[in-house]
């Protein structure tokens, strides 16, 4: 509102009401746009966590159950026989490309955020992430 960043939902029902209607929500007559839009925050904030409890928690659960794939986008400098053993259990033809492929996303490409890619990260100490 008043072009402000916030972080926080309105406190009041009433406030959250009209929040809705600011974002396009409409009274329809099948429900409220309080309703509507409740029903959608909280479907996308499940959604959300998920994804982060995956990221942040799943991810990095225990270094003997961590996945195989994540250690070798976590390692700054694989053997080429490694990225084949991790790599090699999927259907792809060209598995250096694949390998290329998967680094490149684990780049971030935007100037503002870090363009360091996700193996920059293995030197933390992932029991302090869980």
């Known amino acids: ?3 402000l960043q916030t972080h926080t939902l309105p406190e009041k029902p009433d406030e ?24 959608d925050y909280q479907t996308k904030t499940a959604v959300n966590r998920k994804i982060l409890d995956h990221l942040l928690h799943d991810a990095f659960r225990d270094e003997a ?12 400098n694989p053997a080429a ?3 084949q053993e991790v790599l090699g259990r999927y259907p792809f033809r060209n598995i250096p490309l694949a390998y290329s492929n998967l680094m490149a996303l684990a780049t971030e490409k935007i100037r503002f955020l870090s363009t360091r890619p996700l193996s920059s990260l293995s030197g933390i100490d992932r029991a302090a992430i869980a």
């Open 81 to 83: 026989e490694r990225i």
């Open 1 to 3: 509102m008043f072009d």
């Open 65 to 76: 159950h961590t996945e195989p794939e994540v250690d070798l986008v976590l390692d700054p």
């Open 16 to 39: 959250v009401r009209k929040l809705a209607i600011r974002l396009g929500y409409a009274d329809q007559p099948r429900g409220t746009a309080l309703k509507a839009f409740e029903h």
